[in-house]
């Protein structure tokens, strides 16, 4: 009896820890992005799958939220998300999301520079490591690599 219960237990475990995760992400986000980009909708849908109620706002000048945001020249993304205290740029896997809103750094955000294929959003598989970083103040700072 003893053998069965270890696995059952270790099952058991491993779902509270996947729900504390899940748990560190915000439930509000509004993302914004061009009216034309439908793999910012995507990346929208992801958050919304992981329980993240996402606002869409498709009617904002972009270099300006950027500029708000403080992301840094040349590492920005087709979209921004505003969530909390914090930004996300671009199609930032939930991994990284999950370790950063865990963490709760000292920085604006999060981000990923460009639509690399495979990222949340963007179709196709994975074809090279994903660099994550954070950013304040238009500056990035290496995060994780994925």
């Known amino acids: 009896m003893r053998r069965a219960f270890t696995p059952l237990l270790l099952a058991g475990l491993t779902t509270l820890g996947a729900t504390a995760a899940q748990a560190a992400l915000p439930e509000t986000a509004t993302l914004y992005k061009n009216p034309q980009c439908m793999c910012c909708d995507g990346y929208a849908r992801h958050l919304e799958e992981q329980g993240v109620d996402v606002t869409v706002v498709s009617d904002v000048e972009m270099g300006r939220v950027k500029r708000q945001a403080g992301v840094p020249y040349g590492m ?55 660099s994550v970083y954070t950013f304040s103040d238009h500056e990035a700072t290496p995060y994780m690599t994925l």
């Open 76 to 130: 920005g993304s087709c979209h921004t998300v505003k969530v909390g205290d914090y930004w996300i740029e671009g199609h930032v896997p939930l991994a990284a999301l999950e370790a950063f809103f865990a963490d709760t750094p000292d920085a604006a955000g999060i981000g990923l520079a460009g639509m690399p294929i495979g990222t949340p959003g963007m179709p196709g598989a994975k074809q090279e490591p994903y």
